[in-house]
């Protein structure tokens, strides 16, 4: 009987091939700094393997009703009994979730940038000014001449309710079609009278836990510069009625024109600057591309073909080489006979072109032929090949079984997010500064140069009355990550990647 638990070669998680023995019948405190292991080799080693050992050695009946833990990557642990563990509470896995919004320290920046950030011009960098509505006509008769056009003004943007008395006084002024969530509706269609005579006016019902967005058709028309005068009514009047803001919508395209922020140069309007603009859990602020997650989960080509040393027949395109292998191949068979090479033609032969048009497909058309080995089954057609890349995402969107989706992820790979460049929000946001630097440049500090960036400050007079409140609780919450030992994190630090100690005194922030 062993007397103590030997362990050999640990490397779980960022444990670095460590051996130990740790004495059995005896109170062992495993102590460190944060984030050197010692959760790791508690939970998701040791306790992880004495668990996995106990449930493996139940029936089968018992053991479907238990969960099954991994093995953890360590050579071997001996003398190791069943065991069992108080886990410590940590923060939330939530990609979403970094060191910023869990102390509330990312929800006061965007407030700070919302009142004093300055905006830039996304594509010139340089300050962005007021636009006048001689401007925006020019830019709209420049963009949009010659083309069905309609003058909107935004009144509600994306906000619960369900405005009934905003239907009724557009109504009684004058303004008899809205654009509601994107669909055009006239506030005329019907009424009735109520029981004094009085004629009452039916609108849309609206649910008034959904977010809608309305914008007052101001004008349909057709932009010339004979019609400029119209047109500059139409601006005049939309930007009266939207507070400041305009929309232009041409071809089912909105363009967005501000009296408040916009480019006089490229003719960008930013719209208001609000606290949700600077959200990446947010619509209004989060990449359009990434949806604010800073990264795309893809397909990656170096794990779909892992050895370029093989060909197709010897099971070179890795997704491919199981069922379906022989209906596949010959696929790409047909495939080969019209771009140049066989199946017995290794990967790392082939051109560039070639392996272009094996991973992401073409759209010429190509002669099939299939005859199945094991029946009578034969078909003959002509089509385009949709590629491996495509055909793996299109199963991974289209099928309802978790372990076949299981199954590809295997094959994908995190990729920053190419139109962010890993930074979450949308370019315009990006664009608003503080002294330079934008929301997410600051979270990219550490905590002790974000601590020192906001402690000399340097703001106008104005600026200081505006933002002295919330710099009060930035500068705090600050203070007490650097006085509990966080001064190395930055706000950007995603929790699902810290250690539990770490997450226990985030959460103290």
């Not at 990434?290 to 080509?301: A, R, S, T």
């Amino acid at each position: 009987m062993h007397d103590k638990i030997i362990i050999r070669g640990a490397r779980e998680h960022n444990l670095k091939n460590i051996s130990l023995e740790i004495p059995k019948n005896k109170l062992v405190v495993i102590t460190g700094l944060s984030g050197s292991g010692k959760s790791t080799l508690a939970f998701d080693t040791i306790y992880a393997e004495g668990q996995r050992r106990y449930v493996e050695s139940l029936s089968a009946y018992a053991r479907q009703f238990l969960e099954l833990m991994d093995k953890p990557d360590v050579d071997s642990i001996d003398g190791l009994s069943p065991a069992i563990s108080i886990q410590q509470k940590t923060t939330s896995k939530n990609p979403r979730s970094t060191v910023g919004t869990v102390t509330e320290i990312y929800d006061y920046l965007r407030l700070l940038y919302s009142r004093i950030g300055i905006p830039h011009c996304p594509r010139c960098t340089q300050k962005i000014t007021s636009q006048s509505a001689d401007s925006i006509t020019d830019s709209i008769l420049r963009t949009a001449e010659q083309k069905k056009t309609i003058i909107l003004a935004p009144v509600i943007q994306s906000k619960k309710g369900t405005y009934e008395k905003l239907f009724d006084e557009l109504k009684h002024n004058g303004y008899a079609r809205v654009r509601l969530d994107g669909e055009l509706i006239n506030l005329d269609d019907e009424s009735s009278y109520d029981s004094s005579g009085h004629r009452k006016l039916s609108y849309p019902r609206l649910d008034k836990q959904k977010k809608h967005t309305i914008e007052v058709v101001i004008d349909r028309l057709i932009p010339t510069d004979d019609d400029k005068s119209r047109l500059f009514e139409s601006v005049q009047s939309a930007l009266k009625v939207g507070n400041g803001v305009v929309v232009a919508s041409t071809d089912s395209e909105d363009t967005l024109y501000s009296q408040r922020n916009a480019c006089a140069r490229c003719g960008i309007s930013l719209g208001d600057l609000e606290p949700r603009s600077f959200s990446f859990n947010s619509p209004f602020g989060a990449c359009k591309e990434c949806n604010g997650l800073g990264i795309k989960i893809e397909f990656d080509p170096e794990l779909i073909i892992p050895d370029k040393s093989k060909s197709i027949l010897e099971g070179a395109v890795k997704p491919w080489s199981g069922h379906f292998a022989t209906f596949r191949s010959a696929m790409l068979r047909d495939v080969g006979k019209r771009f140049g090479f066989d199946l017995r033609t290794p990967i790392s032969d082939m051109t560039d072109k070639q392996l272009k048009i094996i991973i992401y497909g073409t759209d010429e058309n190509i002669q099939y032929r299939y005859e199945s080995r094991n029946s009578d089954s034969r078909w003959e057609y002509r089509g385009r090949f949709e590629g491996v890349i495509p055909n793996l995402e299109r199963t991974y969107k289209e099928t309802e079984s978790d372990s076949k989706r299981e199954e590809l992820m295997q094959f994908m790979r995190e990729q920053p997010c190419e139109k962010c460049r890993g930074k979450r929000l949308r370019d315009e946001v990006l664009s608003v500064k503080i002294q330079q630097k934008s929301i997410i440049d600051i979270c990219d500090l550490s905590i002790d140069e974000c601590f020192n960036f906001f402690d000399k400050i340097t703001l106008s007079e104005t600026e200081r009355h505006i933002a002295r409140i919330i710099l009060k609780e930035i500068i705090s919450r600050l203070d007490f990550l650097r006085n509990v030992g966080l001064t190395y994190l930055t706000l950007n630090r995603m929790t699902a990647s810290l250690s539990g100690g770490e997450s226990q005194r985030i959460r103290l922030a």
